[in-house]
Nanobody
Framework: QVQFVESGGGLVQPGGSQRLSCQVPGIIRRIYGMGWYRQAPGKQRELVATITDAGSTNYADSVKGRFTISRDNAKNTMFLQMNSLKPEDTAVYYC???????????????WGQGTQVTVSS
């Protein structure tokens, strides 16, 4: 079982910035695609951004130009830089990844426990 280490959430004012990180601990054979999702109160979980193991990225229209997803493969860590934050960005942000942990030979999709981001004055 893989348990991500998520950090960086909290309270931020509108227009501010915040950086989330998601680290995959333990011995890992390979991490494939990774992504950030979010869920606001009373709404369904939605995709925020994804990144392949080769570095190709994809963003939800609502965050394009404001959020940047990246990863450090050497440290098994993914980041989400969030700029120009809006109150509608308030949500629990979840890390997601397809991982082959040691000693498994096949990939499994894993979810983080989530980190709260609140954008409010």
């Amino acid at each position: 079982q893989v348990q991500f280490v998520e950090s960086g959430g909290g309270l931020v004012q509108p227009g501010g910035s915040q950086r989330l990180s998601c680290q995959v601990p333990g011995i890992i054979r390979r991490i494939y695609g990774m992504g950030w999702y979010r869920q606001a109160p009373g709404k369904q979980r939605e995709l925020v951004a994804t990144i392949t193991d080769a570095g190709s990225t994809n963003y939800a229209d609502s965050v394009k130009g404001r959020f940047t997803i990246s990863r450090d493969n050497a440290k098994n860590t993914m980041f989400l830089q969030m700029n120009s934050l809006k109150p509608e960005d308030t949500a629990v942000y979840y890390c997601n990844a397809d991982i082959t942990p040691w000693p498994s030979l096949s990939a499994t999709n894993y979810w983080g426990q989530g980190t709260q981001v609140t954008v409010s004055s």
